[in-house]
């Protein structure tokens, strides 16, 4: 009987090694936005095709790069492909934890738009394949600001868009002016105030990678922020940060949001224009650039498998794909990515944003200057910067909630920034 | 009339109003949750209070047909009862020997296991990582969730056992054993029955812990071992507003142990406050 027993459990097991052996599995880790979860359901084709079973794992953004970290950190293997962003793949591509990706004639590289390929590669070599694209653009209400007489233009003054907040704020009414990130955080508050300071002329580090908080371009750039939004801001700012504002966009109580382009997909009120984004006399990083895009860790066992799946989903084909696909359409496929995207009539004729979008997409400079001696826009491609975002993100917020003035929380910015590059060797 | 029998009306209906206040408000966050994972998407952000609107059972249809609810509740099912067993049998044993047989030491062990929970999670998570994935290999296991779960609940399920045994009286024990019962029968026919109640809701609490722990269910998971935090933890968004379906899956995650909860009252009243509710 036990040997009986024993015999049907090694049948079983051998019967389940089998299976596994026959279909390669990949379990793919995801941020949670709509056009990741959209794949989820269009991949099923894919599955279809070739046999691969496909595991997802959707994770919220900290907890994402957290758990991707540690993966990569300790040798890998949990996942076969990741879902990073623009200020990882650099980094981790020169650090070898992620493969490079080389594809077939057929992918087009180089229809990819520029500045998000510059942006995942590292030596000229793409280290991630964007999945979906955004900069940052102001999206105005222009029923309010005819009304109010006043007008809103591409890469504008910052006065401008001051007199234009003042003229359409009416907060009796329920109307705020401008509506912008205060939420702390490095991807939060401080991808918009990286912005104003760039505008302005600032940056986060010197060409020694001292960290330059104190400058008085950046003095100027956060008190202008600080008026601007706490004078025709919603009250409780400092809370409001993508989503927060998006809700109160959609209420119609926002004048003007100066946020992703992402967000132009998500509006849903009457009236919105759209312009590039203003500065202070440089238009150089006025506006951000952040793909989420896709890659394999090198531990993977699974590489070459994860990889012909990385070049299907972020091909022209997966593009028609989502286009085609019954329960989705034009206005469903993931933007800022391709050039080709932006050609489809049938695309330009649900997305008003679309001309928008491509030209703040490919203003965006995330090249390191001389101005700006580091990689990245509304970050800094080093491993240090979330660390030195969220102390200044903290500071930012304490100075927009009142708790600190402008000048304090500069200084303390400057110190923690100055404690935590110092510590990691910089200087 | 004595300022006595004033203040005695006053507390008659002052601390009945105080108490349905504040269960009222602790109780808005639950309610507002359900209510929101009835709302669609763009009913759930609406900045004013939306009480009336049209409901919609969509959010709890995408949760089951696209996130893959009952895997996660499986698992979370499977790791929360086992785990709670596990720790029952190593808790057991282990608070009645210091409960009837204390040595010297026994106090120190109490306040040194009590200490392992002052920890940080978070200072351990390299290490754990390194451990269960590149060494023992049990990542993503049932195993290693039911693990690390009994070792996380182990010193209060010691605690509150411990103090359920100490109120039972050793005359008791030491009459049984004149009486020759063996410690199996001490065990069966006298502890276990006298601390009944005591063990039911260290067992409940013990549950509730392990299905309600997030840190290294989530950090420890990819899909096979995954539970309900993860799936909570996988619909926050930063460019995306669903607090609709984010709701559907809070609501379905809590609600099991909600409706548990409220048919285990009296024990779970009784097993947080360690017994000095009988």
Redesign the interface.
């Given at each position: 009987m036990k040997t009986l027993r024993l015999s049907g459990l090694a049948m079983a097991v051998a019967v389940g090694l089998g299976g596994a052996a026959s279909a390669t599995e990949l379990?793919i880790a995801i941020?949670?936005?709509?056009h990741m979860?959209n794949m989820?359901?269009v991949a099923e084709v894919y599955t279809k095709d070739t046999g691969v079973k496909l595991?997802w794992?959707?994770?919220?953004?900290g907890?994402l790069r957290?758990?991707v970290t540690?993966?990569t950190?300790?040798?890998g293997?949990?996942?076969d492909i990741i879902n990073i962003g623009m200020q990882e793949a650099p980094i981790w591509g020169a650090a070898g934890w992620i493969e490079p990706l080389n594809f077939g004639a057929s992918y087009d590289v180089n229809d990819m738009l520029p500045a998000i390929r510059n942006g995942l590669s590292h030596n000229g070599t793409l280290y991630a394949a964007p999945f979906y694209g955004e900069s940052s653009m102001v999206m105005y209400r222009k029923d309010l600001t005819d009304a109010a007489g006043v007008s809103v233009r591409d890469n504008d003054t910052w006065s401008n868009i001051k007199a234009a907040a003042a003229a359409i704020h009416n907060p009796d009414a329920g109307i705020y002016g401008a509506c912008l990130r205060g939420k702390p955080g490095w991807?939060d508050n401080m991808a918009f105030i990286t912005t104003v300071v760039n505008s302005f002329g600032g940056a986060w580090f010197d060409k020694d990678m001292r960290p330059t908080i104190d400058s008085q371009q950046w003095h100027d750039a956060i008190n202008f922020y600080v008026d601007l939004l706490g004078n025709y801001g919603p009250p409780g700012s400092e809370g409001n940060?993508?989503?927060e504002i998006?809700?109160?966009y959609?209420?119609g109580?926002c004048g003007m949001w100066i946020d992703?382009t992402?967000?132009a997909s998500?509006l849903?009120v009457d009236g919105v224009a759209y312009a590039q984004s203003p500065n202070a006399g440089n238009p150089v990083g006025a506006n951000w650039l952040w793909a989420w895009a896709m890659a394999v860790p090198a531990g993977s066992p699974n590489a070459e498998e994860s990889k012909k799946f990385i070049e299907w989903a972020t091909s022209k084909d997966y593009i028609k794909a989502v286009a085609n696909h019954p329960e989705f359409g034009w206005g469903s496929v993931p933007t800022g990515t391709r050039s080709s995207t932006y050609a489809y009539p049938e695309f330009q004729a649900v997305a008003g944003f679309a001309a928008a979008e491509m030209a703040a997409i490919e203003s965006a400079a995330p090249e390191a200057t001389d101005l700006k001696p580091y990689v990245g826009v509304q970050f800094a491609a080093i491993p240090e910067f979330p660390e030195v975002g969220i102390a200044v993100a903290q500071e930012m917020a304490a100075a927009l909630s009142g708790a600190k003035s402008v000048a304090d929380a500069l200084a303390a910015s400057q110190k923690a920034a100055t404690a935590i590059m110092s510590e990691a060797g910089y200087f | 009339m004595s300022p006595f029998v004033r203040s005695s009306r006053f507390g008659t209906f002052f601390w009945p109003i105080l108490a349905w206040v504040l269960a009222l408000l602790f109780f808005f966050p639950i309610f507002w949750m359900v209510l929101t994972s009835f709302k669609t998407d763009?009913d759930a952000?609406?900045?004013e209070f939306l009480f009336f609107f049209t409901p919609t059972l969509e959010n709890y249809f995408n949760m089951t047909e696209?996130?893959d609810y009952w895997r996660f509740a499986i698992n979370s099912g499977i790791t929360s009862v086992f785990a709670t067993l596990f720790t029952l049998s190593v808790g057991v044993p282990a608070a009645y020997a210091m409960a009837f047989n204390p040595s010297r030491h026994t106090k120190d062990i109490l306040v040194w296991m009590l200490s392992t929970k002052m920890l940080p999670a978070a200072a351990v998570?390299?290490p754990m990582?390194?451990l269960t994935?590149?060494m023992l290999g049990l990542?993503?296991t049932h195993f290693l969730v039911i693990l690390v779960l009994s070792l996380i609940n182990l010193p209060i399920v010691i605690w509150m056992l411990f103090t359920y045994f100490k109120e039972i009286p050793k005359e008791i024990i030491e009459a049984g054993k004149m009486d020759g019962v063996s410690f199996w029968g001490e065990m069966g026919d006298i502890v276990l029955p006298l601390a009944w109640g005591g063990l039911a809701s260290t067992a409940l609490l013990c549950f509730i812990f392990c299905w309600n722990e997030a840190y290294w269910t989530?950090?420890l998971t990819?899909?096979d071992a995954?539970t309900l935090s993860?799936l909570i933890?996988?619909?926050?968004?930063?460019?995306?507003?669903?607090f609709g379906r984010l709701s559907a899956v809070s609501t379905a995650a809590v609600g099991p142990i909600v409706v548990l909860g409220w048919f285990c009252q009296k024990q779970l009243v009784r097993g947080l406050t360690f017994g000095a509710v009988k």
């Open positions: 379990t941020v949670n936005n709509g979860i989820q359901k595991n794992v959707s994770l919220e953004e907890v957290e758990q540690s993966d950190a300790t040798g293997g949990q996942y991807g940060s993508f989503n998006l809700a109160l959609n209420e109580k992703a992402i967000a998500f849903e | 763009a952000v609406k900045p696209n996130y998570l390299y990582t390194f994935k590149n990542f993503d989530v950090r990819t899909t995954a993860k933890e996988g619909n926050r968004a930063p460019e995306g507003l669903f």
